[in-house]
């Protein structure tokens, strides 16, 4: 269950948990048409900071423009309002979750007139697949439902319409003993999981999904960076199903699933069955840079 903070900004007020509702005919409660954010807030030694919080941003209002729908204010009122929502709740570690929505007023699949209203809440959530999946990693199976065609959803939005599919790729895989779903594209190749990217290593060399039909994760531009200052090799190259299976190593990467190692895909062992070195290096360097404990990497906080 949903764990309760104090506030939450809904159009430029901090108003309390429990009050913050709409109407039953808010638009995007009907279309499926509403931008979001999951972004993440730890706690450092140098108090509370947001992890990449204006490349978030910069995404939300990406995927609004696609949608042809104007947000009432700008990347840094967002980044202040988002910075304010976070203090009021205590400043403590959490999940900020921005969302745009076509709100009430207008029905009618074009939403021409409707209002655009933001909300930002924010929660406490831990470990995506829990401390076991972080530790051990998860078992994945191949989802019977495929991604979107590049031209169905547009895969570059953040957009609310596309977790109807992530939602029947999940249903499924959990009601089969599974944690998560790997969802292939159009022509068959890995796409990406229901709510995170998906990275291989082989031999050394990690390979990750072109930007094709999966969402431009911010984890994953973040890995893909961490990688080459190890000097890992890195593909952004098309992958099969198969090819996962005979990996040494494969992983998850996220805002909510943060680094999440991936044991098993279809009832078959990836590599030894267990998190391999790879995944577990890059996911301590990555727990220690949002922690604020790698300098380099501190451009990357917004201590709040
Ligand atoms: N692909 C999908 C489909 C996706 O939903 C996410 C994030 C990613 C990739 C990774 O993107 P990024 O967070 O920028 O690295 N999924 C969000 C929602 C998860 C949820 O269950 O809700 C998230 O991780 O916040």
């Not at 509403?34 to 807030?41: D, M, N, P, Q």
């Amino acid at each position: 269950m949903l764990e309760k903070t104090e506030k939450i900004w809904m159009d430029g007020k901090l108003v309390p948990w429990d009050e913050a509702k709409v109407h039953v005919l808010t638009h995007s409660l009907h279309y499926g048409l509403a931008l979001f954010e999951g972004i993440r807030c730890y706690q450092t030694e140098k108090g509370p900071a947001i992890f990449r919080l204006p490349e978030h941003v910069k995404r939300l209002k990406d995927s609004a423009h696609i949608f042809m729908i104007e947000i009432p204010y700008s990347e840094e009122e967002i980044e202040k309002a988002i910075i304010d929502t976070v203090r009021a709740n205590g400043g403590r570690e959490c999940y900020i979750r921005p969302l745009v929505y076509l709100g009430y007023g207008v029905m009618g699949i074009s939403s021409k007139g409707c209002p655009v209203n933001l909300s930002i809440a924010v929660w406490p959530w831990g470990a995506y697949f829990g401390e076991d999946g972080m530790k051990h990693g998860i078992r994945a199976k191949t989802s019977s439902f495929i991604r979107g065609h590049v031209n169905s959803n547009m895969s570059r939005a953040k957009v609310t319409g596309s977790y109807v599919n992530s939602q029947l790729a999940k249903k499924e895989s959990v009601s089969c003993g599974y944690e998560e779903a790997l969802l292939l594209d159009t022509e068959g190749y890995v796409s990406e999981a229901s709510g995170a990217n998906v990275f291989i290593a082989r031999n050394g060399a990690l390979k990750t999904t072109p930007l094709t039909s999966i969402l431009e994760g911010i984890t994953r531009d973040t890995i893909i960076e961490l990688a080459r200052d190890l000097g890992i090799e890195l593909k952004e190259e098309r992958f099969t199903r198969d090819e996962v299976y005979i990996s040494d190593e494969a992983f998850l990467t996220g805002t909510a699933a943060e680094v999440t190692p991936i044991r098993e895909l279809d009832g078959r062992a990836i590599g030894t069955g267990n998190p391999g070195p790879i995944a577990k290096k890059i996911q301590d360097l990555f727990f220690s840079i949002v922690k604020g404990r790698e300098k380099k990497y501190d451009h990357w906080l917004t201590y709040i």
